[in-house]
């Protein structure tokens, strides 16, 4: 089983801009596609984005398209979501997972999480 490690959370004014990473434990990331979920304090997880194992596709929920952008360097491990034109609406806890299923865009197939990294957007 694949184990996750998310950094780059912070605090950051709205309109501004944070990159998240995710680093991947093991020889077999390629193997899984990825995906970046949120869950904000009294509200449920929600799937924000995922990508296929080469990373030629993805997926968005709505209220993040144009503004994220979710990548993936399997040379280094790691999966990143580009956060820009952030909103307070966008604070949250962010969290990767892994799945080792092609359902990259199907969040009940995700098995694997990180701990997660705290996203703080002040208006």
């Known amino acids: 089983q694949v184990q996750l490690v998310e950094s780059g959370g912070g605090l950051v004014q709205e309109g501004g801009s944070l990159r998240l990473s995710c680093a991947a434990s093991?020889?077999?990331?390629?193997?899984?596609?990825m995906g970046w979920f949120r869950q904000a304090p009294g509200k449920e997880r929600e799937f924000v984005a995922g990508?296929?194992?080469?990373?030629?596709?993805?997926f968005y929920t709505n209220s993040v398209k144009g503004r994220f952008t979710i990548s993936r360097d399997n040379a280094k491990n790691t999966v990143y979501l580009q956060m820009n034109s952030l909103k307070p609406e966008d604070t949250a806890v962010y969290y990767c997972?892994?799945?080792?299923?092609?359902?990259?865009?199907?969040?009940?197939?995700?098995?694997?999480w990180g701990q997660g990294t705290q996203v703080t957007v002040s208006s």
């Open positions: 990508i296929s194992r080469s990373g030629d596709r993805t």
């Open positions: 997972a892994a799945t080792s299923t092609s359902y990259y865009y199907i969040p009940g197939h995700f098995a694997s």
């Open positions: 093991g020889r077999t990331f390629s193997t899984y596609c």
